[in-house]
C-alpha cells in the first residue's frame, strides 16, 4: 500500500503479479532443458549431444544456459577442449538421470503395448458357440497373442453386454441388438424340431 501526491490510497501488487508470472513460467519451463542437459552429461560433448537430438549445438547451448539461469548455478565447466559436470550438475544428475531412465523405459513399453494387444478380453457367449466357434479357435488365438488373457462367460441370457462389463459376445444374431456392431462367425444354423414315435407320452 502507498500514498501517491495526490493523497491517494493505492495498492502496489506488483510483487504478486512477479510472484505469479514467475510460478506461471516454472510450471510451463519445468522440463525444459533436461533432455540437452542429459545428453551433454552422457555424452560430454554439445556437438554429440547435439547430433543425438538432432539439433544445433547452438539449440543445445542456448537450452543448458536457459537451464543454469532458471536454476542460478552453473551445471558444466565450460574449456575450448572439453565439458564436464560441476559439483551441482553431479548432484542434478544422480537425481533425475533414474527418473528419466524410467520416464524412457515406460514410454517405450507403452508404445509395445499399443503395437501388440494385452490385458484381459472378456466375452460372453452361447452354450451353442462353444464347439462351433471358440474351441476351433481358441488354441490358436492364444499362441498368436499370448499377452491376451480371454475371460469367457457361457449364457443364454440377453441383455446389454456392454453395460454388464463385457468387450464382445458371441450370439444367435437374431438376440443382436440393432445399434450394435456385428460380424457373422458361422453359416447359418437351421432349427429344426424332431420327435421319437418311441418317445413316451
Sequence with gaps: MSLDI?????????????????????????????SEFLAVAKRQSVRKAALELEVT???ISQALQKLERRLGV?????????????????????????????????LGDTV????????TLKLIVERLALPHVIEPILPAFRKAWPNVKVDIT????HGDIVASGYDAGILIG??????????????????????SPDYPP
Excluded at 509395445?112 to 490385458?119: I, K, L, M, V, Y
Design 174 to 195: 437374431s438376440y443382436i441388438a440393432k445399434e450394435m456392431i456385428a460380424v457373422r462367425l458361422s453359416p447359418s444354423f437351421k432349427w429344426a424340431v424332431f420327435g
Design 154 to 157: 457361457v449364457s443364454n441370457l
Design 57 to 59: 549445438p547452438g539449440a
Design 6 to 34: 495526490n493523497g491517494q490510497v493505492r495498492f502496489d501488487n506488483s510483487r504478486e503479479q512477479a510472484a505469479e508470472k514467475r510460478d506461471g513460467m516454472g510450471r510451463e519451463k519445468t522440463f525444459d532443458g533436461v
Design 74 to 106: 552453473p551445471l558444466f565447466y565450460r574449456t575450448t577442449r572439453r565439458i564436464a559436470l560441476t559439483e551441482a550438475g553431479e548432484a542434478l544428475l544422480a537425481k533425475i538421470a533414474p527418473a528419466a531412465q524410467l520416464i524412457e523405459t515406460s
Design 112 to 119: 509395445q503395448s499399443s503395437n501388440e494387444p494385452s490385458g
